[in-house]
Structures are given as C-alpha cells and as structure tokens.
C-alpha cells in the first residue's frame, strides 16, 4: 500500500468529462505557476486547503514508497512559516524561475476529489543572465472541489533527479 496519493496515470478513478471542472482544475495550476514565478508568494499557501500537503520528494524515493523528502509542509501553517523565513532569514542570490507544465491529465474520485497529473521544467535564470534547466519532474496531486473554488489537499512535486542544488528556496 502507498503512503502516497494515487498517481491519476496508474489510477482507477473515472476520467473528468465535465469541461467546467476541467477549466477549473487547469485554471488553479496555471495559476500556482503563475503565482511562484511571478514571486507573489504570499498567494502560495492559499492554493491548499487548510490541512494541504506540500512535499518535494525524488523520484526514486517516490516509486520506492519512503516517505523522507527534500521539503515537507503539512497544513498552510508550515506553508506560511516557509514564506516567512525565505522573505526575512534565507540569504540565496536572487534568481528567477520559468515553469513549463504540460497538459494534466485528470480523473475523478467518488469523493469530490480530482487526482491530476501533469510533468514540468523549470528554468532558472541568474542575475548574470546564466539560465539552466533548474527542476524536472511531475506533479501529482488531489484538488478538492468541495468549496467555492478548487484547492490542492495534497502535492507531491516528483524531482526526477535526486541531485537537488542548494539554491532551493521557492516553491516548485
């Protein structure tokens, strides 16, 4: 059994028919790529339910269900400790990073959750003007769509890479 949320691609849960959850779900993920690489990080918490899950995790300790992590937050609390310390205590050099995300694919579970899946680059720019690709991976998450808007109740971002650089300040 997994410790974690069921990855839609290996999911049994229906598929999403309905257009306007669809639009819904893609409207909050644009928006939390949106939000992260425009520094409106104040905004970040705010994606989750109250009790969401945030974690950065590699791939190899994903598909080996263990459970230990690169960054872990549980509950928008964590979350906005973790904005707290970067904006007032972490000294990085300024940088900026460039989400790409592919189209999510989405399946719907009996108890008004979304299991979504989508894979993403991100690439980081130096003051210097140096880029590379800084993070590459999938997203796999459950959105609730119990309030008036969608909300992440759980994200895993799956690093493909175990090799992290200590440049990893905001969220992916």
């Known amino acids: 059994m997994s410790i974690f949320p069921a990855d839609v691609a290996n999911s049994n849960a229906t598929p999403v028919t309905d257009p306007i959850i669809r639009q819904q779900v893609e409207d909050l993920l644009i928006d939390y790529v ?20 945030y974690q950065i995790i590699p791939r190899e300790s994903y598909d080996q269900n263990l459970p230990l992590g690169i960054l872990f937050c549980d509950g928008r609390g964590m979350m906005v400790d973790r904005i707290l ?16 995300t592919g189209r999510p694919k989405l399946s719907q579970n009996d108890d008004d959750t979304i299991n979504a899946r989508s894979n993403f680059n991100i690439t980081r720019t130096m003051q210097d003007g ?40 905001y969220p992916l």
């Open 85 to 100: 310390a970067l904006e007032t205590a972490n000294i990085f050099e300024p940088h900026t990073n460039s989400h790409i």
């Open 130 to 169: 140096r880029m590379e690709i800084y993070a590459t991976g999938k997203y796999i998450d459950v959105i609730t769509l119990a309030g008036d808007k969608p909300l992440f109740q759980d994200r895993r971002v799956v690093l493909e890479s175990r090799r992290v650089d200590i440049l990893l300040v």
């Open 34 to 53: 949106h939000a992260v690489d425009d520094f409106e990080l104040d905004r970040w918490p705010n994606f989750f339910t109250e009790d969401g899950i």
